[in-house]
Every structure is written in structure tokens, then in C-alpha cells.
């Protein structure tokens, strides 16, 4: 199976998979690309069926298929650590990206890690709020709103004593 051929006058950029492969190439292989650290500088690369832009756009094409949700899909590698290749490649959404990131932050409460997106669905506290408890430094159980947090505490103690 070949990519989609392209029509009279148009260019390979247009191809809807080009974006993200000129993205691949730059921030594993230009250490002036803002993102570098985070691939190339890691020592993250492309595999060698993907260093083709045609190639490329045959594999995912052949392998993967079109995006399921057309532009709202997202070309996501299974594995944060792992390289660009075919078996760690696959079509999600920014949701679901999002929350494989490095950088999302993750709580651990009773042996379950979640992150912190999830445990706000969960629980139905506001995403910001448990966000501002991890920056003042509260346990797991009081970001979750499982235990009164340290002004809670205070307020309590205070009211005891009157």
C-alpha cells in the first residue's frame, strides 16, 4: 500500500503527515530546536524505516491507517523513552498524549499512581486546586481531599479550644 498520491500542484509538505515528521527530524536532530533536550538530547532517534518522508507516510499509513478523529489525533510514541519506530508509534488523542507526558504530574495514594488530571475526574475536585496543594507541600491523602489540609487542621483547633 502507497501514501496518498499527491494532486497536481501540490507539494510534499502538504501531505497531512509531513508536519510531524519535519517535527520528528527537528528536535532529535537540531540541537537549536526548543524541544531538543526533551528528544534528541535525551538520546531519543528516528528508526530507520521513518528517515524517508515517503517511507514514512507508507509505514504509518499501512500500519496505523488514517487518524481516527482526523486532526484531533495525535501521532504518539507508546513509549516516552523509547525511539520513533513502527512498534512505538500509534494514533491517540491530545488527552491521552497529554497525560503520557514526562512532565505530568503524578500522585500516589494508597499504591495507586494516577495523574493528577485523572484524579481530578475521579474525584471532582477543580484540577487547579489540587495542583495548588502540591506546591504548599501537602501529603498525598490531603491533596486528594481524603484528609483536612493544614488550614483545616488549624481552624479546627482552634474552634476546640473555645
Known sequence: MKAKKLERGQRVRDHYLY??????????????????????GRGIEIG???ESFWDFADIVEHRLGPPPNGFLSKLARKN??????IRNVEWDDAKTVGRRQRNAHRV?????????????????INFYTMLHRIELGWQPSQ?????????????????AKR
Open 19 to 40: 508536519r510531524r515528521w519535519s517535527w520528528m527530524r527537528q528536535v532529535c536532530y537540531n540541537p537549536k530546536a526548543p524541544d531538543y533536550a526533551a528528544y534528541g
Open 48 to 50: 530507520p524505516e521513518f
Open 80 to 85: 516516552q523513552d523509547g525511539d520513533w519506530t
Open 108 to 124: 500516589t495514594y494508597k499504591g495507586k499512581t494516577k495523574t493528577l488530571r485523572e484524579w481530578s475526574e475521579e474525584l471532582g
Open 143 to 159: 491533596i486528594l481531599g481524603f484528609r483536612p489540609g493544614p488550614r483545616a487542621l488549624m481552624l479546627a483547633k482552634r474552634k
